[in-house]
């Protein structure tokens, strides 16, 4: 498998998306909040002339909130699904790596959002990472109950 993974930080776990998901890495500054939306919708932000939906990881898989109200610039993977921009909010992001192998997969429990956007264990050069779905991360918590 010749992948490329984007490595990043999602509460405090190093785990992987595809790289050819994400558009660019950007910094967050100003975030405008939207009344009635989903919890993991954080908010709206501007980029290059852009709307962007700021999903918070965190929130989207159930494991605390992102404070993005602190005033710190905070960073973000940007991915464009459906003809949708989004920011998908990340502790941190570390590198570009090759997949070694395809997904596996996971013989654990993780936790149940981490199960809900799972596409199984990669091998890379850093070690076994968990690859995660970004339309899984986008759609948050309940979305088959919202899709019903």
Request: proline share 5%; hydrophobic share 50%; glycine share 8%.
């Amino acid at each position: 498998m010749n992948e490329l993974l984007l490595i990043v930080s999602i509460a405090g776990s190093r785990v992987a998306m595809p790289a050819a998901a994400v558009e660019s890495v950007v910094e967050l500054d100003t975030l405008i909040p939207v009344p009635r939306a989903p919890a993991h919708l954080a908010g709206l932000s501007a980029l290059r002339s852009r709307v962007l939906t700021v999903i918070d990881c965190q929130r989207s898989l159930e494991l605390g909130a992102t404070d993005l109200s602190d005033g710190n610039i905070h960073e973000a993977a940007v991915v464009e699904l459906d003809g949708h921009n989004y920011a998908l909010t990340v502790d941190a992001v570390e590198d570009v790596v090759e997949a070694l192998s395809e997904p596996a997969a996971i013989r654990a429990a993780m936790g149940e959002g981490w199960e809900r956007v799972s596409l199984g264990m990669v091998e890379t050069e850093e070690g076994p990472l968990l690859l995660v779905d970004v339309a899984a991360l986008i759609a948050g918590p309940g979305a088959e109950a919202r899709a019903a």
